[in-house]
Protein backbone atom coordinates (compact mmCIF):
# COMPACT_ATOMS: atom_id res chain seq x y z
CA UNK A 1 0.00 0.00 0.00
CA UNK A 2 1.45 3.60 -0.92
CA UNK A 3 0.22 6.63 0.67
CA UNK A 4 1.44 10.24 -0.27
CA UNK A 5 0.89 12.74 2.11
CA UNK A 6 1.23 16.72 0.72
CA UNK A 7 1.76 19.62 3.12
CA UNK A 8 2.45 23.44 2.55
CA UNK A 9 -0.76 24.62 1.07
CA UNK A 10 -2.41 27.90 2.65
CA UNK A 11 -3.33 31.36 2.10
CA UNK A 12 -0.84 33.56 0.29
CA UNK A 13 -2.02 37.29 -1.70
CA UNK A 14 -1.11 37.95 -5.44
CA UNK A 15 2.73 37.74 -6.13
CA UNK A 16 3.19 35.85 -2.98
CA UNK A 17 5.20 32.27 -2.83
CA UNK A 18 4.64 29.01 -1.42
CA UNK A 19 6.30 25.34 -1.44
CA UNK A 20 4.44 22.13 -1.39
CA UNK A 21 6.02 18.86 -0.27
CA UNK A 22 4.54 15.37 -0.86
CA UNK A 23 6.03 12.76 0.65
CA UNK A 24 5.54 9.04 -0.49
CA UNK A 25 5.56 6.12 1.52
CA UNK A 26 5.04 2.24 1.93
CA UNK A 27 5.65 -0.38 -0.42
CA UNK A 28 7.44 1.24 -3.51
CA UNK A 29 8.75 -0.40 -6.52
CA UNK A 30 10.26 2.50 -8.58
CA UNK A 31 9.07 5.49 -8.34
CA UNK A 32 8.66 6.33 -12.93
CA UNK A 33 7.54 10.01 -12.20
CA UNK A 34 5.75 12.26 -9.78
CA UNK A 35 3.15 14.89 -10.47
CA UNK A 36 1.46 17.69 -9.44
CA UNK A 37 -2.45 18.36 -10.69
CA UNK A 38 -4.71 20.87 -8.95
CA UNK A 39 -8.65 21.02 -8.97
CA UNK A 40 -10.34 24.72 -8.75
CA UNK A 41 -14.01 24.81 -8.01
CA UNK A 42 -15.93 23.78 -10.76
CA UNK A 43 -13.12 22.41 -13.01
CA UNK A 44 -11.71 19.49 -14.30
CA UNK A 45 -8.59 18.62 -12.70
CA UNK A 46 -5.49 19.53 -14.74
CA UNK A 47 -1.47 18.43 -14.86
CA UNK A 48 0.64 21.45 -13.34
CA UNK A 49 3.75 19.69 -13.21
CA UNK A 50 5.31 16.52 -13.64
CA UNK A 51 9.01 15.02 -12.97
CA UNK A 52 10.46 11.80 -14.23
CA UNK A 53 12.82 9.67 -12.56
CA UNK A 54 15.57 11.26 -14.41
CA UNK A 55 14.52 14.25 -13.65
CA UNK A 56 12.78 15.62 -17.09
CA UNK A 57 10.45 17.97 -16.04
CA UNK A 58 6.94 19.36 -17.83
CA UNK A 59 4.66 22.43 -16.78
CA UNK A 60 1.90 23.34 -18.05
CA UNK A 61 1.90 26.76 -20.06
CA UNK A 62 0.29 28.89 -17.17
CA UNK A 63 3.23 27.66 -14.50
CA UNK A 64 5.71 28.13 -16.83
CA UNK A 65 8.45 30.26 -15.48
CA UNK A 66 6.62 30.87 -11.86
CA UNK A 67 6.61 27.07 -10.53
CA UNK A 68 9.22 24.87 -10.05
CA UNK A 69 8.92 21.18 -9.57
CA UNK A 70 11.65 19.08 -7.97
CA UNK A 71 12.46 15.90 -6.59
CA UNK A 72 14.63 13.51 -3.76
CA UNK A 73 14.74 9.94 -4.79
CA UNK A 74 16.47 9.17 -1.82
CA UNK A 75 13.30 10.44 0.24
CA UNK A 76 10.70 9.79 -2.16
CA UNK A 77 9.50 13.45 -1.75
CA UNK A 78 8.39 16.02 -4.83
CA UNK A 79 8.13 19.55 -4.42
CA UNK A 80 6.61 22.31 -5.84
CA UNK A 81 7.95 25.91 -5.56
CA UNK A 82 5.06 28.28 -6.25
CA UNK A 83 6.42 32.19 -7.38
CA UNK A 84 4.39 35.02 -8.36
CA UNK A 85 1.02 33.14 -7.27
CA UNK A 86 -2.11 34.63 -9.41
CA UNK A 87 -5.37 33.91 -7.95
CA UNK A 88 -6.09 31.77 -10.98
CA UNK A 89 -3.89 29.58 -9.21
CA UNK A 90 -6.30 28.97 -6.39
CA UNK A 91 -7.14 25.72 -6.22
CA UNK A 92 -6.97 22.00 -4.07
CA UNK A 93 -3.62 21.03 -5.33
CA UNK A 94 -2.78 17.35 -5.41
CA UNK A 95 0.20 14.74 -5.12
CA UNK A 96 -0.14 11.96 -8.03
CA UNK A 97 2.64 8.97 -8.09
CA UNK A 98 3.41 6.89 -11.15
CA UNK A 99 5.33 3.21 -10.64
CA UNK A 100 7.29 2.10 -13.13
CA UNK A 101 5.54 -0.86 -14.86
CA UNK A 102 8.87 -2.40 -15.53
CA UNK A 103 8.63 -3.12 -11.82
CA UNK A 104 5.21 -3.86 -10.90
CA UNK A 105 2.56 -5.79 -10.53
CA UNK A 106 -1.48 -3.98 -10.62
CA UNK A 107 -1.77 -0.77 -9.51
CA UNK A 108 0.75 2.06 -11.00
CA UNK A 109 -1.11 5.46 -9.84
CA UNK A 110 -1.17 6.78 -6.50
CA UNK A 111 -3.20 10.03 -5.20
CA UNK A 112 -2.15 12.17 -2.45
CA UNK A 113 -5.42 13.69 -0.49
CA UNK A 114 -4.98 17.23 -1.50
CA UNK A 115 -3.83 20.58 0.07
CA UNK A 116 -5.63 23.85 -0.59
CA UNK A 117 -3.86 26.88 -2.17
CA UNK A 118 -5.90 30.32 -1.67
CA UNK A 119 -4.34 33.16 -4.02
CA UNK A 120 -6.26 36.58 -2.47
CA UNK A 121 -6.04 39.39 -4.80
Known amino acids: QVQLVESGGGLVQTGGSLGLTCVAS????????LSWYRQAPGNQRELVAS???????DYADSVKGRFTISRDNAKNTVYLQMNNLKPEDTAVYYC???????????????WGQGTQVTVSS
Open 26 to 33: GVISTIDS
Open 96 to 110: RLRLDPLYTLGRLYY
Open 51 to 57: IAHGGTT
